[in-house]
Structure formats: C-alpha cells, structure tokens
C-alpha cells in the first residue's frame, strides 16, 4: 500500500557515491515493485545529478525485469552529456545484480518561446465526484478502482463516470500538500502517471479488472510541458489508440484544473490473453 508518507520516503533517495543511489520499496503483499515508483526513483536519481535551474522535458524509460519489493533498487546515473541549455543523463536500476530497467532523461534551462497547447476536455468537477471507494466488486471496472482507492492512498483520485469505450478520465492529486520543491512534484507526477494508464488498453475488450490478461509495463515515455504541482487537482485524460501482437499502447494527457496542458504520457505494455480452462 503506498500512503502519502511512504511515498515521500519512496523518493528520498540514500546516495551512496556521486552517482549511485539506492531506493527502498514499501511494505506490500504485491509480487512486483509497481512501475511508478521505479520511475519516480529513477527521475529523482536522476535529478539529484543535474545542476537546480534546470527541468526535465522528457523522459523515456523501459521495463526489463519486475521489480522485487523485498529488495532495495540500486540506481547508477550516467552524466552523458551537459551542455549550455541542456543536460542528459542516463540511469539503470538493478537488483540482485541484474539491470531491471534502464531510463534516459533530459533537462533544460527555462527559456522563452513559442507557446500553444490543446484545450482541457471537458469533465465535471472532482468535487462532484465521489471519493469513497466504489463498492467490492469480483469482477469489471469497479473491481479495478476498488484496489486503486484502497491499495493507493497516498493520491486523491476520482473517477469519471460514463466516459466511454474508448477513454478514460480520472482527476487526482496527492492526499497532502507536498513542499515547495519542483522536482519532487514532478517525481510524484512520474510516479502517478503509470497508475491505471495500461489498463486503458483493455477496455474496449471488457477485460477489466484484467484477470484473464497477462498486463506487464513495456516501456513508458514522459514529456513535461509545463510546471505544475502534484497536490493540486490534475485531469488525466486516457486512451488507447492501438492494440495488436500481444502489445497495447495507452496514451494519457495530464491538465491542469484551470486548463493548462502540463504533460504527455505514452506506454506500451504487454498483452497476453490467458487461454479458456
């Protein structure tokens, strides 16, 4: 179960040399590290070598093994290159002495340019919307948010209903506000931004809560557009645009509440129906 506080101690790192960190895992009865803390981990090991005045744009990241909860994860950083405007660096996470995942990641000065972006879709307040976990279900979507509510609570999400076959709509911030730090809201992004995307994959197939599916994060791919806090209402807008060789791709657009584009999200994962008994 991730709560707020073993969310902030997931992110703090232990830095063991100038580049080489290792990162705790919470408590839990799951059999895999979620792929958002190894991608919160990773971004702030990452971060933590890069000079302050400078923000992540984009991320690219890919899963090679599950990650084992029992387990600390080493994350060693590679100074690629640091430039005048940009800096790029490259980090792979180990445990047991293999590479479990492997991320590239860039930074930039803050500069002035052109400006545009896609308006907010429409949905209804988060307030309208109800903030208890739906009813125990065995099977269906409400199964799926039944776990999310209980299993997550270190975030506020709530559910849009009725959005479709093909999208999915879910408001949320964190449980607390965070401090006034950019980079930690943008690792609790990273980290947030895993969660219920790759299921999106399976809606149009009404498998959900994916038990007849074997589900497993491929790669997953971050741009950052803008500033924004973690503890305030963010919409993320989900699709699937593409399913196909036992692969599905999720697309997901996080706004502000005020309207603002502030990021793009896109992963691919594995999709593996379990053959009939």
Same mark, same amino acid.
């Given at each position: 179960?991730?709560?707020?506080?073993?969310?902030?101690?997931?992110?703090?790192?232990?830095?063991?040399?100038?580049?080489?960190?290792?990162?705790?895992?919470?408590?839990?009865?799951?059999?895999?590290?979620?792929?958002?803390?190894?991608?919160? %981990?990773?971004?702030?090991?990452?971060?933590?070598?890069?000079?302050?005045?400078?923000?992540?744009?984009?991320?690219?990241?890919?899963?090679?093994?599950?990650?084992?909860?029992?387990?600390?994860?080493?994350?060693?950083?590679?100074?690629?290159?640091?430039?005048?405007?940009?800096?790029?660096?490259?980090?792979?996470?180990?445990?047991?002495?293999?590479?479990?995942?492997?991320?590239?990641?860039?930074?930039?000065?803050?500069?002035?340019?052109?400006?545009?972006?896609?308006?907010?879709? &429409?949905?209804?307040?988060?307030?309208?919307?109800?903030?208890?976990?739906?009813?125990?279900? &065995?099977?269906?979507?409400?199964?799926?948010?039944?776990?999310?509510?209980?299993?997550?609570?270190?975030? &506020?999400?709530?559910?849009?209903?009725?959005?479709?076959?093909?999208?999915?709509?879910?408001?949320?911030?964190?449980?607390?506000?965070?401090?006034?730090?950019?980079?930690?809201?943008?690792?609790?992004?990273?980290?947030?931004?895993?969660?219920?995307?790759?299921?999106?994959?399976?809606?149009?197939?009404?498998?959900?809560?994916?038990?007849?599916? %074997?589900?497993?994060?491929?790669?997953?791919?971050? /741009?950052?557009?803008?500033?924004?806090?973690?503890? %305030? /209402?963010?919409?993320?807008?989900?699709?699937?645009?593409?399913?196909?060789?036992?692969?599905?791709?999720?697309?997901?657009?996080?706004?502000?509440?005020?309207?603002?584009?502030?990021?793009?999200?896109?992963?691919?994962?594995?999709?593996?129906?379990?053959?009939?008994?």
């Amino acid at each position: 179960m991730a709560t707020f506080e073993s969310l902030m101690d997931l992110l703090e790192l232990e830095r063991i040399e100038d580049d080489l960190f290792r990162g705790a895992s919470p408590d839990t009865d799951v059999q895999r590290v979620f792929g958002g803390q190894v991608l919160g %981990q990773a971004l702030s090991a990452a971060t933590a070598t890069v000079e302050p005045d400078r923000n992540v744009h984009s991320l690219h990241g890919y899963f090679l093994l599950p990650g084992d909860p029992a387990a600390p994860i080493v994350y060693e950083v590679d100074r690629s290159r640091t430039g005048r405007s940009f800096s790029t660096r490259r980090v792979v996470a180990r445990q047991h002495g293999r590479n479990i995942f492997v991320m590239s990641a860039s930074y930039q000065i803050p500069e002035p340019g052109l400006d545009h972006a896609d308006p907010r879709p &429409d949905a209804p307040d988060p307030e309208s919307l109800p903030a208890i976990p739906p009813s125990p279900a &065995d099977d269906g979507e409400d199964a799926l948010w039944n776990i999310l509510y209980r299993r997550w609570t270190a975030f &506020d999400i709530r559910r849009v209903p009725d959005t479709g076959p093909e999208r999915r709509q879910v408001w949320l911030r964190t449980s607390a506000p965070l401090p006034d730090d950019p980079h930690l809201h943008t690792a609790v992004l990273a980290y947030v931004s895993d969660l219920t995307l790759l299921s999106t994959t399976l809606i149009r197939h009404k498998l959900l809560p994916h038990k007849e599916v %074997q589900i497993a994060s491929l790669d997953h791919a971050i /741009w950052f557009h803008r500033p924004a806090r973690a503890d %305030q /209402w963010l919409l993320y807008d989900q699709a699937s645009p593409s399913a196909s060789g036992a692969r599905g791709l999720a697309t997901g657009r996080l706004f502000t509440r005020e309207g603002t584009l502030v990021a793009t999200v896109v992963q691919e994962g594995l999709l593996r129906v379990n053959p009939a008994p």
